[in-house]
């Protein structure tokens, strides 16, 4: 048979695949509203092959049309500004509609351009928002860090004034813990740090924060080689604890009030916050009518689950429900989605998320007493989203998967009753959807699609009727570069009886007559799926497209141990780090996918991924020495016992030096056989270089051949730097495997 040969064209088509590149082959596959009068109406921008169009929808009336006469408002922005103004590519990205007008920001200077063909002309208009202040929902005021305290000031006047006055160093107020608050790739975008984690009350008189208690939690380093000032090499200094520590951030709760400059603190224990803030997190939130605030808490062991109602008068606090397991209690199956947590009818009843049964299911609650009411949702298949909670008809409507019966990770809009009758999928296609509901909730915006199927955009009605079609995606650039859909495949994992899912990308110009290298494409988890169901790769899935188009077969999969099927499926990673999202699973996926495919060489297989993916490819290459001969890992944890306790804790539970051992690629390196390539951010402040550094270490000790690429000024995800970090990882691949 033939064989594949990397060539530079092939190079040039991979890097038009990348993250940064790829949005712009498909067109008109993400809407991104923008609401109007609460979401009565709302517009958006969209790009297609003839510019960036605006469009106002207004989904009462039925309506889909541009938001205003592109050619016209570019002929007037061009007389009044003196600039060259192209109507296909408007130099704004957001307007504002104002009856007859619309406003935006152009050239340095606010502009008002009537609708109605008339002229265009400088306005009166606010400075553009500043990413490190938060405005109330009256835009009267904003909230900003100064120094280790938070300060208001008044939209209407300019008067700022102190909320805090004691916070220091170690205490201060609306931080999170320094690798998020302090972020490397914050500082690439030119911010010192990220916006104040703060919650303005319904009727922004109080804004609810926390002083972030960070006295004797680990310190650790990094050193930044060539500094902006071109001097000396600086030494970077945050604060970090490793599992077992004793002393981690945490999160002491209080609520301002912004008029009066008083302070009500909680009366309870502090909140654990080892990685990022609960109000960023969305643990922590308002009631609707700023009576109470709600918070959720889970000790170290995250075997416990605790809501919380906070007086923000009194700062009295009690507690409303608890539940405990076994294992992880979780309010939602990945840490990024929002609590599947609602309080009702005005504080008297609770709709609460469990997979007490199994699987992933609401639950109703007095929420004055604790006592439970029923379960609302049951059955094999797993709730991913709450979207709306219609408290007149007693009716919630939700997202869930594992209802299509070919693929148990599409999502299904569904509703139920709260008393548990009336189930029903709203969408009633085996398309994976992915939906917006707008600050009205009268209707939601839905995308639907699957891996090879591009995503058709609606604006749909609670009984599943289209009221409005917005966008079918033009996928005619991508499929231009050679790029055919991956094949969504079902194989049986390791143990020979669990279903598990992945997809399979085949190389650009695809000859069954040639034998191609393979190449594995891990993420584990246990926090996120590797594999999307949607059109979109997610975040994961460029570096696969790429790849593929150098002329490898690519596999991704979901082995057992990641999120998003039930809960026996995801507790199979719990005190198992090692096992990297069921590698013993991808590789009885690749025996498999194989059988029938003779094109794919399994002498030829590699493995390459970043962050949690990084350590999955060094784990292979260890545990699977005969199968993975090459191998690029890049940002890679391999040593849990010496990064965040956050992520230790949560996966492998309290420490102990066996079980955090045995998920350690450092104490296993004297196994390497193939060819390794080890790839890190010499600012990497999420994933320190010390972890890829302690492995380096480990392997020259046991005399083993690989290479080392430290990139010294890159943070943990390479901005700035993807392009000259692929072109590495691509041409070791292509050396070893090609």
């Known amino acids: 048979m033939k064989t594949t040969r990397l060539d530079a064209a092939a190079c040039r088509t991979a890097e038009r695949l990348l993250r940064h590149n790829r949005h712009e082959l498909v067109l008109g596959d993400k809407i991104n509203p923008h609401w109007i009068d609460g979401g009565a109406r709302f517009w958006y921008a969209v790009d297609t092959s003839a510019g960036r169009r605006f469009v106002l929808v207004d989904p009462a009336a039925g309506t889909r049309e541009p938001a205003f006469d592109r050619e016209m408002v570019a002929a007037a922005l061009a007389a009044a500004s003196g600039h060259d103004v192209d109507a296909a590519a408007l130099p704004f990205g957001a307007v504002e509609l104002t009856g007859d007008a619309v406003e935006f920001d152009a050239f340095g200077a606010h502009w008002r351009c009537g609708l109605d063909g008339g002229a265009c002309e400088k306005a009166a208009g606010g400075p553009p928002r500043h990413p490190l202040e938060v405005p109330s929902s009256d835009r009267r005021f904003v909230v900003f860090r100064r120094g280790h305290d938070l300060w208001a000031r008044s939209a209407e006047d300019g008067r700022e004034w102190a909320l805090t006055s004691d916070g220091d160093a170690d205490r201060d107020y609306g931080a999170g813990p320094d690798f998020f608050m302090y972020s490397g790739m914050l500082k690439k975008a030119g911010l010192p740090h990220a916006p104040p984690a703060v919650s303005w009350s319904p009727d922004s008189t109080r804004v609810l924060t926390h002083r972030t208690d960070q006295r004797g939690v680990r310190r650790t380093h990094l050193v930044e080689s060539m500094p902006d000032d071109g001097g000396a090499p600086a030494l970077l200094t945050q604060r970090q604890p490793f599992p077992g520590d004793d002393r981690l951030p945490l999160a002491e709760l209080v609520v301002l009030d912004v008029a009066e400059g008083t302070a009500v603190p909680a009366r309870a224990e502090p909140q654990a916050m080892p990685v990022m803030s609960p109000i960023f997190t969305r643990w922590a939130w308002w009631a609707e009518d700023g009576s109470a605030v709600y918070y959720l808490s889970r000790p170290r062991d995250v075997r416990t689950l605790r809501l919380h109602r906070l007086d923000p008068g009194t700062g009295e606090v009690t507690t409303v429900l608890t539940e405990t397991g076994d294992t992880r209690v979780e309010p939602s199956q990945q840490p990024a989605q929002r609590p599947m947590v609602r309080v009702l009818s005005g504080g008297r009843e609770l709709l609460w998320y469990s997979q007490r049964d199994g699987w992933g299911h609401l639950y109703l609650y007095d929420a004055r007493s604790g006592e439970p009411r029923g379960q609302v949702t049951s059955g094999q298949w797993a709730v991913q989203e709450i979207l709306r909670v219609d408290e007149a008809r007693r009716v919630v409507y939700f997202v869930a998967s594992g209802l299509v019966a070919s693929d148990p990770y599409r999502r299904s ?54 009221i409005v079609e917005l966008e079918r995606a033009d996928i005619t650039r991508l499929t231009a570069t050679g790029w055919t859909p991956p094949e969504r495949f079902r194989v049986k994992a390791a143990d020979g009886r669990t279903d598990i899912y992945g997809v ?56 057992r141990g990641t999120p998003g099927r039930s809960k026996a499926f995801h507790d199979a990673s719990y005190r198992r780090l090692a096992d990297a999202g069921g590698l013993a699973d991808h590789v009885a996926a690749l025996e498999q996918l194989a059988e029938g495919r003779p094109w794919m060489d399994l002498d030829r297989v590699g493995i390459f991924g970043h962050s949690g993916g990084g350590f999955a490819a060094v784990r292979a290459m260890l545990d699977f020495p005969g199968v993975f001969k090459t191998g690029v890992s890049e940002s890679g944890p391999h040593d849990n016992r010496y990064y965040n306790l956050g992520w230790g804790e949560t996966y492998d539970g309290p420490f102990d030096e066996e079980t955090y051992a045995r998920s350690s690629n450092v104490d296993i390196a004297d196994r390497l056989e193939g060819n390794l390539l080890l790839v890190h951010g010499g600012l990497d402040d999420n994933v320190s270089p010390h972890l890829t550094l302690r492995l380096a270490d480990r392997l020259i000790a046991a005399d083993k051949d690989f290479e080392l690429l430290i990139v010294p000024g890159a943070e943990h995800m390479f901005f700035g730097y993807e392009r000259y970090v692929a072109r590495r990882r691509w041409d070791f691949l292509a050396r070893h495997l090609m």
């Open 413 to 466: 809009v569904c509703r139920a009753g709260l008393d548990g009758s009336g189930f029903a999928r709203v969408t009633d296609d085996d398309l994976d959807h992915v939906v917006v509901v707008p600050e009205n909730g009268e209707y939601f915006i839905d995308s639907a699609s699957t891996t090879d199927s591009p995503p058709w955009a609606t604006v749909r009605g609670w009984d599943g009727r289209v």
């Open 504 to 559: 399979l990308y085949r190389p650009h110009g695809f000859d069954p007559d040639r034998r191609y290298p393979v190449l594995d494409h891990p993420y584990p988890g246990p926090q996120v799926n590797r594999v999307s169901p949607s059109f979109d790769p997610g975040f994961f899935g460029h570096d696969a497209e790429a790849a593929a188009a150098l002329g490898f077969v690519v596999m991704a999969v979901d082995g």
